[in-house]
């Protein structure tokens, strides 16, 4: 079945690297998204992977993707205190709009 | 280019009532997606829309429903509200023909006592 797990929390210093790891189930995957939410507001995009690639990287952010193990992870370069918000990696089902979301990983930045 | 805009921001509504919500796309965006989130489901697939069709449907029983204009605008329609249905009601739009990413708007956050 489609299922995506990510852990619950992360809690950084402000200026290291922070590394939001995500597992999902479904091998039909065709786009796995990362989005950014802050209190109150809605899902902002942050950046997206093909599953066909291995890597993406768009300034401060890395997106690794390892097919394989079904194993994706978001690397924030630099983390300010901005960051503070909960992550959700998402996929996508067969080229559908349909996305599957994990539960949410909540970043603290600590100054 | 406007992002996506949802109305109202806030509800409150009582057990029993129904709600529409409203959803503007990006400008040029044929499909829209509406998702459900609460703290103990997460966020779920409600619907998605694509030039007045329903192209894909999540596992909601029938009293939530949605429609969609000639011009991309769309809305959700939950019928006889119940307790459980307090949620942030979040529509994403995207071009709608090929592999494209979804963007979302800000939400409208329903309370139902």
């Not at chain 1, 479904?26 to 902002?44: F, M």
Request: include cysteine.
């Amino acid at each position: 079945g489609e299922d995506v797990e990510q852990s619950l929390f992360l809690s950084v210093r402000e200026g290291d690297s922070s590394v939001i790891n995500c597992t999902y189930t479904d091998s039909s995957s065709t786009y796995l998204y990362w989005y950014k939410q802050e209190p109150g507001a809605g899902l902002q995009l942050l950046t997206y992977i093909f599953s066909n690639m291995d890597m993406k990287q768009d300034q401060r952010l890395t997106v690794l993707l390892n097919k394989k193990d079904k194993h994706l992870s978001l690397r924030i370069a630099d983390t300010q205190t901005g960051d503070s918000a909960i992550y959700f990696c998402a996929e996508s089902i067969d080229s559908s709009y349909k996305l599957i979301f994990g539960s949410g990983t909540r970043l603290l930045v600590r100054p | 280019k406007a992002g996506v805009t949802q109305t109202p921001r806030y509800l409150i509504k009582t057990r029993g009532q129904q709600v529409t919500l409203s959803c503007s796309p990006i400008s040029g965006h044929r499909s829209v997606s509406w998702y459900q989130q609460t703290p103990g489901q997460g966020l779920q697939f409600l619907f998605e829309y694509f030039s007045e069709t329903q192209r894909n449907k999540g596992n909601f029983p029938g009293r939530f429903s949605g429609r969609q204009f000639s011009n991309s605008r769309s809305e959700m329609n939950v019928s006889t509200l119940e307790l459980g249905d307090s949620a942030l009601y979040l529509c994403a739009s995207s071009p709608g023909t090929g592999p494209s990413p979804l963007h979302f708007g800000n939400g409208t956050r329903l309370t139902v006592t």
